[in-house]
């Protein structure tokens, strides 16, 4: 079975395959996510422990 789109009045095209430069595009883009998704979990991870030791180092001045 094609996959193919159905527009008004009946009428049916078959789905463009992308070019090279549109797959390159994509994968550049995905890699650009998935470095800024490292990153930042990075910096999450940093914030925290660094909550934690604050809360350690002064956890008998919250007290």
């Known amino acids: 079975m094609t996959e193919t789109q159905i527009t008004f009045r009946g009428q049916t095209r078959m789905p463009i395959k992308a070019t090279k430069e549109e ?10 996510l998935l470095i800024a998704f490292i990153i930042l979990t ?3 991870v940093a914030c925290l422990a660094a909550g934690i ?11």
């Open 53 to 63: 030791a604050l809360v350690a180092v002064f956890q008998e001045t919250i007290r």
């Open 42 to 44: 990075i910096i999450a």
């Open 23 to 32: 797959e390159d595009a994509k994968k550049s883009y995905k890699r650009g």
